[in-house]
């Protein structure tokens, strides 16, 4: 496998870890524990997000995603999230 298809397949898992994490925690629990779990999820996508631009047209290697707040991210069910 290439290093970089390499790295893209740990990127998805540990964002998937986080988002597992995350949804396991619980719906109506906003303990310290959930937020920071949370706070993964965003710092989890913003790595995918800013890998997955890197080399689309348009996309200058000078720019880098920064930052995905916790308030856009929604639980649509026990097993998904979404942006908002």
């Known amino acids: 496998m290439r290093m970089a298809a390499q790295i893209d397949n740990t990127l998805h898992k540990k964002v998937a870890g986080f988002v597992r994490a995350y949804l396991d925690a619980g719906n109506g629990d906003d303990t310290g524990e959930r ?35 916790p308030e856009s991210v929604i639980v649509v069910s026990q097993d998904e999230l979404a942006a908002c």
């Open 35 to 69: 937020q920071d779990r949370l706070r993964w999820v965003c710092v989890g996508l913003e790595w995918l997000l800013d890998r997955l631009l890197k080399g689309c047209e348009g996309w200058s290697p000078g720019f880098m995603v920064d930052g995905i707040l």
